[in-house]
């Protein structure tokens, strides 16, 4: 198995899950890829709505500057906070019944955020969409493992699906601007998610790899509860990080965290192995997935908004912009599927971080100029870089754990995305609010994005490095 050695692969737990594995129906390769391809565009659609949405829901919905980040954070708290266990549950107890669940509950919690009237209704529903999202993609990479049971098919089929990440970053919002209000956008949205539950309840095969047991609610309410208070921990440290309740949220995220390590060590079917914590190929995967949502996805989530306020840009021209970062992602992630025999998953990853900090220095400077055509040769690099990263993130986060838990490997991964997801977006945030002008703290942001994906570039090659 990739990424783990013979005495991890061939442990009785690992044989017995093996011989546990089981299909209800005969499997339709194309149809499953189709579906959970379309599946994960539609939530990517619904994640990155409110990046050119921003300031006018915050404006009906009176939201301040001060709890902007909530708006954008709500989802992928959400996904970070449920993807771990909804991957063991899907594994356990049916991928298809667990993606079905998800693909309904997005369209109905998508819906209920178009019609909220203030703030904490639309970060609820966000963060409910989170949750539904996160059912979707922990279940999807599962369910193309079960269809795509070859090496070469499944090089296939999470190449494509990770083009469809790109792709749904890079048509949400454009969805979202062309519309005339948010709350119609959302609708759309909503809508398009109930049609593919209706469509997957007749294309869909079920796999399940059970391991008996029952489902790890004390971890996974330990963990939730500790995103929780990192995230409030974050979003209020904008306003000072030696405040008394900052330190406290904090504090309690350690706990709770201590708490989740001692469950999952107890427990008989826990969301996540703390083995595979020793294998490099897993690390490499959880530390990919975290510095893409901390370099990446922290610093495009506000970026929108920030060309909206600074450079008087619509949100469909915004929009338009942002086209050329996603868009360039999504078709050099279709492509990264024919590097594999020439160049590793992890390889990718550093390639993909280095590029994306040469692109945040390009555009230093540019806010202040006032001019957005300064930015075109850093959305071009960054798309570049982030095509890269979102093809071989999904490839290594099945490859680097046993093939029956693939879908609490993708989980892992994406857990650890979201959560640097959440972080980013509060880090961005309080880094360009927090000089004298946006243009000035957004060149204090673009340099720390730089930063960590450097960081990352280097960490990814480390652990390549020191594999066994």
Same mark, same amino acid.
Request: charged share 10%.
């Given at each position: 198995?990739?990424g783990?050695?013979?005495?991890?692969?061939?442990?009785?737990?690992?044989?017995?899950?093996?011989?546990?594995? =089981?299909?209800?129906?005969?499997?339709?390769?194309?149809? =499953?890829?189709?579906?959970?391809?379309?599946?994960?565009?539609?939530?990517?659609?619904?994640?990155?709505?409110?990046?050119?949405t921003?300031?006018?829901?915050?404006?009906?919905?009176?939201?301040?500057?001060?709890?902007?980040?909530?708006?954008?954070?709500?989802?992928?708290?959400?996904?970070?906070?449920?993807?771990?266990?909804?991957?063991?549950?899907?594994?356990?107890?049916?991928?298809?019944?667990?993606?079905?669940?998800?693909?309904?509950?997005?369209?109905?919690?998508?819906?209920?955020?178009?019609?909220? +009237?203030?703030t904490?209704?639309?970060?609820?529903?966000?963060?409910?969409?989170?949750?539904a999202?996160?059912?979707?993609?922990?279940?999807s990479?599962?369910?193309?493992?079960?269809?795509?049971?070859?090496?070469?098919?499944?090089?296939?089929?999470?190449?494509?699906?990770?083009? *469809?990440?790109?792709?749904?970053?890079?048509?949400?919002?454009?969805?979202?601007?062309?519309?005339?209000?948010?709350?119609?956008?959302?609708?759309?949205?909503?809508?398009?998610?109930?049609?593919?539950?209706?469509?997957?309840?007749?294309?869909?095969?079920?796999?399940?790899?059970?391991?008996?047991?029952?489902?790890?609610?004390?971890?996974?309410?330990?963990?939730?509860?500790?995103? @929780?208070?990192?995230?409030?921990?974050? +979003?209020?440290?904008?306003?000072?990080?030696?405040?008394?309740?900052?330190?406290?949220?904090?504090?309690a995220?350690?706990?709770?965290?201590?708490?989740?390590?001692? @469950?999952?060590?107890? !427990?008989?079917?826990?969301?996540?192995?703390?083995?595979?914590?020793?294998h @490099?190929? *897993?690390?490499?995967?959880?530390?990919?997935?975290?510095?893409?949502?901390?370099?990446?996805?922290?610093? *495009?989530?506000?970026?929108?908004?920030?060309?909206?306020?600074?450079?008087?840009?619509?949100?469909?021209?915004?929009?338009?912009?942002?086209?050329?970062?996603?868009?360039?992602? *999504?078709?050099?992630?279709?492509?990264?599927?024919?590097?594999?025999?020439?160049?590793?998953?992890?390889?990718?990853?550093?390639v993909g971080?280095?590029?994306?900090?040469?692109?945040?220095?390009?555009?230093?400077?540019?806010?202040?100029?006032?001019?957005?055509?300064?930015?075109?040769?850093?959305?071009?690099?960054?798309?570049?870089?982030?095509?890269?990263?979102?093809g071989?993130?999904?490839?290594?986060?099945?490859?680097?754990?046993p093939?029956?838990?693939?879908?609490?490997?993708?989980?892992?991964?994406?857990?650890?995305?979201?959560?640097?997801?959440?972080a980013?977006?509060?880090?961005?945030?309080?880094?360009?609010?927090?000089?004298?002008?946006?243009?000035?703290? !957004?060149?204090?942001?673009?340099?720390?994005?730089?930063?960590?994906?450097?960081v990352?570039?280097?960490?990814?090659?480390?652990?390549?490095?020191?594999?066994?």
């Amino acid at each position: 198995m990739t990424g783990l050695d013979s005495s991890t692969a061939t442990t009785p737990a690992a044989t017995a899950v093996r011989g546990a594995t =089981t299909r209800d129906a005969p499997v339709r390769p194309r149809a =499953t890829l189709a579906l959970t391809s379309a599946a994960t565009a539609v939530t990517l659609m619904t994640y990155t709505a409110p990046m050119v949405t921003l300031p006018g829901t915050a404006t009906a919905l009176h939201t301040p500057l001060s709890a902007q980040a909530w708006l954008l954070n709500g989802t992928p708290l959400g996904l970070a906070a449920v993807l771990l266990v909804a991957g063991s549950l899907a594994d356990d107890y049916g991928r298809r019944r667990i993606f079905l669940a998800g693909t309904l509950a997005l369209g109905l919690t998508t819906a209920l955020g178009a019609l909220s +009237t203030s703030t904490w209704q639309f970060t609820l529903a966000r963060i409910a969409q989170g949750a539904a999202s996160a059912a979707i993609l922990a279940s999807s990479l599962g369910l193309l493992v079960a269809a795509f049971p070859s090496p070469r098919g499944r090089l296939h089929a999470t190449g494509v699906w990770g083009a *469809f990440v790109s792709g749904g970053i890079a048509v949400g919002p454009l969805v979202a601007g062309a519309l005339p209000t948010w709350r119609l956008a959302y609708g759309v949205l909503g809508a398009a998610a109930v049609v593919l539950a209706a469509l997957g309840t007749r294309a869909l095969a079920e796999s399940r790899a059970p391991r008996g047991g029952r489902p790890d609610i004390p971890g996974a309410l330990a963990f939730g509860l500790a995103l @929780v208070a990192l995230v409030a921990a974050l +979003t209020l440290g904008r306003d000072g990080w030696l405040r008394a309740p900052v330190g406290l949220l904090l504090a309690a995220a350690v706990l709770l965290l201590a708490v989740f390590a001692a @469950v999952e060590h107890r !427990t008989r079917t826990p969301m996540i192995e703390l083995g595979l914590l020793r294998h @490099v190929p *897993f690390l490499a995967s959880a530390a990919g997935g975290l510095f893409t949502g901390l370099a990446v996805i922290g610093t *495009f989530s506000f970026l929108p908004a920030l060309l909206q306020q600074v450079l008087h840009l619509s949100p469909i021209r915004t929009a338009w912009l942002l086209l050329l970062w996603s868009g360039l992602s *999504f078709l050099v992630a279709l492509q990264v599927k024919h590097l594999a025999g020439r160049i590793a998953p992890r390889a990718q990853l550093a390639v993909g971080f280095a590029l994306h900090a040469v692109a945040v220095l390009t555009m230093l400077g540019a806010l202040a100029s006032g001019s957005w055509t300064r930015l075109l040769p850093g959305l071009i690099i960054s798309g570049i870089g982030s095509g890269l990263l979102n093809g071989a993130l999904p490839l290594l986060a099945v490859d680097s754990v046993p093939r029956e838990r693939a879908a609490m490997g993708s989980g892992a991964q994406q857990t650890l995305r979201y959560i640097g997801s959440c972080a980013g977006v509060a880090l961005t945030i309080a880094l360009a609010t927090s000089s004298h002008t946006l243009a000035s703290g !957004t060149n204090t942001a673009l340099l720390v994005s730089a930063g960590l994906a450097l960081v990352g570039a280097v960490l990814v090659g480390v652990l390549r490095e020191r594999r066994r």
